[in-house]
């Protein structure tokens, strides 16, 4: 870790031996890594002039001409290293992280398999093709799922013979020592989603009895990890220790529970939790899968994400319900929203932000499905690298969609990159590794995704963070519903609009716009799975019940304060917030399904109030606004029979009286009476229900009758 050292130390070496060509490669490899300049690369290339044949000098020119946006030169380099030197795992990996952040999936996956068959112990080769993998389309679950457990018996299964008993103190009320690893606390994606979490967590940690530890894995510091710094107790910079070393720190610190925050991506240290140096390891945010190690017990995730009955077999870790997986923060100072582009011009605008690694032949042919069925539809694609364009269009004229029909932004500034979904209408989800980052600024900004949702971690982003903001109707499960709702998007921009206008008020009222919330959960989280630990208890998966009633009942009188000033498009963007925080909150689906009635949406509001008295059928007042709904649509033979349903189960008084007599079959007359309209809540209506119910002796059994269906017999 002495960076400046070993920077003189090099130099001195080429004081002393000036055409010492190791000296020269180390020298500018240094440079490289932790102070690009000019000068890293005249090193290097000295180094080759000195020795052509210098394998690792070429392959570290290869990486500075990655980072620097050259790919042709870099693959060149890289490949001249592996002509001079074919047993070069070093540089295999390194050409197979510039193929795959080109696209080229298979190509990348075959050089990382034969870093590894040139050395099996490259670790960072094995999660590099891990991380490959998960991109590929057509890869199985149980596919996927089986190469990560190999890695595990690869790299852990021989290290589990030495695992140490933890002599952690089990009490479980004491404070609990709480270490989180990453090679990301600084200026990185991932500090959008951990600084607003953090920050809430850290100012809980003296009441919920944590102690924040930080083992920060990368040399390189800057103004966010000054920043970071301040969230923890203690922090340790731990980028020149071994696997072995910093193993033995984190039981040398007394860590009770140690988090990764890495897992598969860049700068990981997989091999220290494989040593199991906690009692507990839990994986976090840094890639969406398992670990495949069996030393890490558990991974924090949520319903939206990773629905547990389906995903619990794909890892080998326990999962953590949280209210949310992760927050998130976009610029403070982003752009304000915009209307929706579509409406002035008379066209519809798609876009995609995601890195050019995850896009690919059969996503860009799902795309070109909707340009076709739209022609008269733009794509506008930004964050393109300098090169690697040609790959791109090449996939799009595979599909006959013309140059003409892109529009191509390249890298920009964070607010440049925001500004410009203002020229986008609806975003296009990238398959089958889906957007995280791209997504919710997407969201931020007023523009939602159209994602399809698969059956691996990685394809599954999209769909979580749509339906956290309440908006499943974004989310595909196959390709021709892709293009289905894509195609209705198209034909529905008043709608689109709307949700534009409301969704920055959606993001914030949902668990990912409430740091707080989730923070709350992983506290609450690392304290279930200390106590599970002091009773002797094997990880078991668990959700996080949080103290959310105040949010909801938040949510309700914010839905409700704007149904009552006629703001529809708020109101509706509350209530679904509301059924996203508590899919079964009586009350929400109650006041949405009137709102959805006065829409004109029948089919929606029946379903809501239906909904409401499944969750509650003691509520008078959700059987009248049910009855109500029934009269307004004209269903009026299922309205008696939901009414004589009620009235055995205890339903009377005057309203009730009032909704039979509508009811009544004429004599003569056969038009029926002049439905109510649904009624807008009152400004003293509030989570218990409104005024009018009061009025209503609520019965005291039973459940709703279905639409359709037959009223269930009360004694059985």
């Not at 860049?266 to 398992?290: D, E």
Request: glycine share 6%; proline share 7%; hydrophobic share 40%.
């Amino acid at each position: 870790g002495q960076v400046a050292a070993a920077e003189q130390v090099y130099r001195d070496a080429l004081v002393a031996a000036p055409n010492l060509a190791e000296a020269w490669n180390n020298l500018g490899e240094l440079l490289q890594e932790y102070a690009p300049s000019p000068e890293s690369e005249a090193c290097l290339l000295r180094a080759v002039e000195l020795n052509p044949r210098y394998a690792d000098a070429l392959s570290n020119l290869g990486k500075l001409c990655q980072a620097k946006g050259q790919a042709i030169e870099a693959e060149g380099y890289y490949r001249q290293a592996i002509a001079v030197q074919p047993d070069f795992a070093k540089a295999h990996s390194n050409l197979g992280v510039l193929l795959e952040t080109q696209g080229q999936f298979e190509a990348a996956e075959h050089a990382y398999r034969q870093a590894l068959r040139c050395d099996a112990k490259m670790v960072s080769a094995y999660s590099n093709l891990l991380f490959c993998l998960a991109h590929r389309a057509g890869l199985s679950p149980a596919e996927l799922f089986a190469e990560h457990l190999r890695f595990g018996e690869q790299f852990e299964a021989p290290l589990r013979a030495s695992w140490l008993p933890h002599p952690n103190d089990r009490r479980p009320d004491r404070p609990i020592r709480v270490g989180l690893v990453s090679g990301d606390l600084r200026n990185h994606a991932i500090a959008h989603f951990l600084e607003p979490l953090i920050s809430p967590l850290a100012a809980l940690a003296p009441q919920a009895g944590l102690v924040l530890v930080a083992y920060s894995n990368h040399a390189t510091e800057d103004h966010i990890t000054q920043r970071l710094k301040g969230y923890f107790a203690e922090w340790h910079n731990i980028a020149a220790l071994t696997d072995a070393a910093l193993a033995e720190q984190v039981r040398a610190d007394h860590i009770d529970i140690l988090i990764d925050l890495s897992s598969h991506t860049a700068h990981n240290r997989l091999l220290t939790f494989a040593r199991k140096p906690a009692p507990l390891q839990v994986s976090w945010m840094g890639y969406p899968g398992t670990t495949g190690l069996q030393a890490m017990d558990y991974y924090f995730a949520d319903r939206f994400f990773l629905p547990p009955e389906t995903f619990a077999a794909q890892f080998t870790e326990q999962l953590v319900m949280l209210p949310a997986s992760a927050a998130f923060e976009s610029l403070k100072d982003a752009p304000e929203l915009n209307p929706l582009p579509a409406q002035t011009t008379g066209q519809l605008t798609f876009g995609s932000f995601n890195r050019l690694s995850k896009l690919n032949p059969t996503i860009i042919g799902l795309w070109a499905k909707l340009l076709h069925a739209l022609p008269e539809s733009k794509l506008l694609i930004g964050g393109l690298p300098p090169e690697g364009q040609d790959t791109l269009l090449g996939w799009f004229k595979d599909v006959a969609i013309s140059p003409d029909r892109l529009i191509l932004q390249p890298r920009c500034s964070m607010w440049d990159y925001l500004k410009l979904h203002h020229q986008v209408d609806l975003c296009l989800d990238a398959f089958p590794y889906t957007g995280g980052t791209t997504t919710n600024h997407g969201l931020w900004m007023g523009v939602p995704t159209l994602t399809l949702a698969g059956q691996t971690p990685a394809s599954r982003q999209g769909a979580s963070l749509m339906g956290h903001v309440g908006l499943p109707q974004f989310i595909a499960h196959s390709e021709a519903e892709f293009v289905e709702k894509g195609l209705y998007w198209a034909n529905h921009l008043s709608e689109l609009a709307a949700i534009r206008a409301g969704l920055r008020q959606r993001w914030s009222q949902s668990a990912i716009g409430q740091p707080a919330l989730v923070a709350a959960g992983i506290a609450s989280a690392l304290r279930t799975m200390w106590q599970g630990w002091c009773d002797g208890q094997p990880p078991q998966g668990f959700t996080v019940e949080c103290e959310s009633s105040q949010t909801e009942a938040t949510l309700l009188e914010h839905a409700l304060s704007h149904h009552q000033a006629g703001d529809f498009v708020q109101a509706e963007a509350a209530y679904q917030s509301l059924l996203a925080t508590d899919p079964q909150h009586p009350e929400g689906h109650h006041f949405f399904g009137l709102l959805k009635m006065a829409q004109g949406d029948t089919e929606s509001g029946l379903a809501h109030l239906e909904a409401a008295l499944a969750a509650n059928p003691q509520e008078g007042q959700f059987w009248l606004g049910y009855l109500e709904a029934l009269i307004q649509a004209g269903v009026l033979d299922f309205a008696r029979s939901v009414l004589a349903q009620a009235r055995e189960l205890g339903l009377e008084g005057e309203a009730v009286e009032a909704i039979a007599a509508m009811l009544i079959l004429p004599d003569t007359d056969p038009t029926p009476p002049v439905p109510p309209q649904p009624p807008v809540p009152t400004a003293q209506t509030s989570s218990a229900a409104p005024q009018q119910a009061a009025q209503v002796p609520a019965p005291k059994k039973g459940s709703v009758a279905k639409k359709g269906k037959p009223a269930p017999d009360k004694d059985k």
